[in-house]
T-cell receptor, first 114, second 115 residues
């Protein structure tokens, strides 16, 4: 499974856009990029997933360059409630692939202040 | 539709004891995975069950075992507890229908402390 590297921590203020970049130099052709969010003493929660280019949903955008060796999670106008750990995961989808066997790194601790 | 639930929320055991953790999958889901999360670390995959059969295992010793029942609820059993087993144990369920990705829904976890 591809190894991911992301910053240990980031600080921001309410109303700002936050971009968290993840490096995955060894990503394989069949690998998808998925981001999860985790609050203290809770299970991780799926945010967004993509394969290439740009994906947007109601909470975030995911930017993936053509070489797919990195990806950037973009959180628009963060609030205090976005303070959490964000995990970047790379793996093959499907039951027999890695899609259901998620490999988490240590994540990025995002702290949002007033 | 109810989400993933786990019991108990907290548990304290002593070294050498055995423990059983329980998970109730989200309604309609046929796949369950278990993860161990040590303090300050990301969750580590233990194993996965699909339709009551083990379908993948992480780097955990055999004293970690599991079951999935016909109603898709699940158990994680850990024998001969060690101090390093102290962690948050997470259960995640999903519905596999042959698509390329199956979003996993995590429960709140069980905090196990081994003394």
């Amino acid at each position: 499974l591809a190894k991911t590297t992301q910053p240990i921590s980031m600080d921001s203020y309410e109303g700002q856009e936050v971009n968290i970049t993840c490096s995955h130099n060894n990503i394989a052709t069949n690998d998808y990029i998925t981001w999860y969010q985790q609050f203290p003493s809770q299970g991780p929660r799926f945010i967004i997933q993509g394969y290439k280019t740009k994906v947007t949903n109601e909470v975030a955008s995911l930017f993936i360059p053509a070489d797919r060796k990195s990806s950037t999670l973009s959180l628009p106008r963060v609030s205090l409630s976005d303070t959490a750990v964000y995990y970047c995961l790379v793996g093959e989808g499907g039951l027999t692939g890695g899609g259901n066997k998620l490999t988490f790194g240590t994540g990025t601790q995002l702290k949002v202040e007033l | 539709e109810t989400g993933v639930t786990q019991s108990p929320t907290h548990l304290i055991k002593t070294r050498g004891q055995q423990v059983t953790l329980r998970c109730s999958s989200q309604s309609g889901h046929n796949t369950v995975s278990w993860y161990q999360q040590a303090l300050g670390q990301g969750p580590q995959f233990i194993f996965q069950y699909y339709r009551e059969e083990e379908n993948g295992r992480g780097n955990f010793p055999p004293r970690f075992s599991g079951l999935q029942f016909p109603n898709y609820s699940s158990e994680l059993n850990v024998n001969a507890l060690e101090l390093d087993d102290s962690a948050l144990y997470l259960c995640a369920s999903s519905l596999w229908q042959g698509s390329s990705y199956n979003e996993q829904f995590f429960g709140p976890g069980t905090r196990l402390t081994v003394l």
